[in-house]
T-cell receptor, first 115, second 116 residues
């Protein structure tokens, strides 16, 4: 149980394009989903928290217009990196937790490379 | 201020050796949760354990064991008889009860390399 999938696992795009990453909870209803960014050899940095049906809450320093988050259903959240630039290249990981659950379960991550 | 400190950046051991990963946390809450996650080279974070602040009982799961000591604000993790497959980055994390969304504060991680 508690499986989270992420798609795509890897994406290469040209500078200026937008990229959408999907995060799905496969066997539970995720009332809250989280989006993280991880640079090589560093820890995870929380970007935003999204609750189903509500606007996402962004951490300080994260551009809302740059990283659009939608949590339209209890099993799906999407992160769209708009007008991507090389500095947006990173490993993006989502996690999800169900109602009354303290544990976050993580997806396999998406490696984004912007050329 | 850093809430979770993993002072060991890298640990290298030979197979079958035991390895202990240190984790020290900081919180003013009386209710909180502590976690350990494993991140193998593939990148996915694997949940290992959750401990709540009211349960100081140590736990053993196979070759893994955890020592939770509130008096020293530590939640250390030991891998007994390490294997090559244990090579990964291990993260300790804290979730505080005031955070309704159970946000996690991660430590910097400890990279464990087990040599055959």
């Amino acid at each position: 149980g508690a499986v989270v999938s992420q798609h795509p696992s890897r994406v290469i795009c040209k500078s200026g394009t937008s990229v959408k990453i999907e995060c799905r909870s496969l066997d539970f209803q995720a009332t809250t989903m989280f989006w993280y960014r991880q640079f090589p050899k560093q820890s995870l940095m929380l970007m935003a928290t999204s609750n189903e049906g509500s606007k996402a809450t962004y951490e300080q320093g994260v551009e809302k217009d740059k990283f659009l988050i939608n949590h339209a259903s209890l099993t799906l959240s999407t992160l769209t990196v708009t007008s991507a630039h090389p500095e947006d290249s990173s490993f993006y990981i989502c996690s999800a937790r169900g109602p009354y659950q303290e544990t976050q379960y993580f997806g396999p991550g998406t490696r984004l490379l912007v050329l | 201020a850093q809430k979770v400190t993993q002072a060991q950046t890298e640990i290298s051991v030979v197979e079958k050796e035991d390895v202990t990963l240190d984790c020290v946390y900081e919180t003013r809450d009386t209710t909180y949760y502590l976690f350990w996650y494993k991140q193998p080279p593939s990148g996915e974070l694997v949940f290992l354990i959750r401990r709540n602040s009211f349960d100081e009982q140590n736990e053993i799961s196979g070759r893994y064991s955890w020592n939770f000591q509130k008096s020293t604000s530590s939640f250390n993790f030991t891998i007994t008889a390490s294997q090559v497959v244990d090579s990964a980055v291990y993260f300790c994390a804290l979730s505080e009860a005031w955070s309704n969304d159970y946000k996690l504060s991660f430590g910097a991680g400890t990279t464990v390399t087990v040599r055959a």
